[in-house]
């Protein structure tokens, strides 16, 4: 009998109610556990935050180093209180030995700990960006909000939290292989301020894209990178695409976000059914991968 199939869905921070913790990602978890287990019975997902002890981070980075983890799901919204450097060097091991990657991100600088990623996922580092790395950043905005004045560039309005965005699919790929509301499109979550996102290696295909409600102009969505001997890289635009207060703004959200939310998902629950089937997609697909 073969070994049970192990994903993980972890956030960059320690625990913190009044933030994006890996609490606020419940329905992400309810459906990777349930497209793993269709797959395999046995399948088995483990959701936390990032780790306070030693003795916890230790562990982590052992099970990491050792390939347990088939995929991993890293919700990144530090912003300078990201994991330690042991954490990378074994995540850096893990993608090495074959297992499969999605991170996910926001506006400006969070999740800004991925810029020590280094190896087999230096790209990471160019692909997410960032304002204190990008040099040449363009001076105009995106995204302007009198309610959210400390929220700068590089972000991208595709809607509002609680509404959808229409992204184009860029690519075939076995990723977007499903039957979606609307043929050529998928139905996602929106947000007030993504981040952006950016193809720089050969290896990697523009899955998704969108565009700016602001200026018009195309937003990256999605883009994997399937580099020879590694496992993928599955990079999005903003964890909003999966937040549960994206998916049902009724979960609420930290004190923080002053945005004003749709009902659009609430009132037409059908429209999540894309986002719904492509989290399937990956998870089967990186389970089969």
């Known amino acids: 009998m073969g070994t049970a199939p192990q994903a993980l869905l972890l956030s960059t921070i320690a625990t913190d109610a009044n933030d994006w913790h890996i609490g606020r990602f419940s329905l992400l978890g309810t459906m990777i556990r349930t497209a793993g287990e269709e797959m395999d019975p046995s399948f088995n997902l483990t959701i ?10 230790k562990a982590l980075q052992d099970d990491l180093s050792s390939g347990r983890y088939g995929q991993i799901w890293l919700i990144a919204p530090d ?47 160019q692909t997410q960006t960032f304002q204190r ?26 809607g509002q939290n609680g509404g ?6 860029r690519a075939e790929h076995p990723l977007l ?47 994997v990178d399937e580099a020879e001997g590694r496992g993928m890289v599955l990079h999005h635009s903003t964890f909003h695409h999966f937040a549960d207060y994206n998916l049902d703004v009724a979960k ?30 990956v998870v089967r697909y990186a389970q089969t991968n």
């Open 79 to 125: 912003l300078d209180n990201g994991p330690d450097a042991g954490f990378f060097r074994a995540l850096e091991a893990a993608v090495k030995g074959g297992t499969d990657l999605v991170i996910a991100r926001d506006h400006t600088d969070l999740g800004c700990c991925l810029l020590e990623l280094k190896d087999c996922l230096d790209d990471v580092g």
């Open 177 to 223: 292989n499903f039957a979606s509301m609307i043929p050529g499109h998928l139905v996602i979550p929106a947000h007030p301020h993504e981040g952006v996102i950016r193809k720089v290696a050969a290896s990697q295909t523009v899955l998704l894209s969108s565009f700016s409600i602001t200026s018009g102009r195309e937003q990256t969505t999605a883009i």
């Open 48 to 57: 936390s935050d990032y780790p306070t002890s030693d003795a916890d981070r």
């Open 164 to 169: 959808v965005q229409i992204c184009r699919q």
């Open 133 to 158: 790395t990008w040099t040449d950043l363009p001076k105009d905005r995106e995204y302007a909000d009198p309610a959210c004045a400390a929220i700068v560039t590089p972000c991208v309005v595709t």
């Open 252 to 281: 609420g959200a930290p004190d923080f976000v002053l945005d004003p939310p749709s009902t659009q998902t609430a009132e037409s629950p059908a429209l999540l059914n894309d986002i719904k089937a492509y989290v399937r997609s």
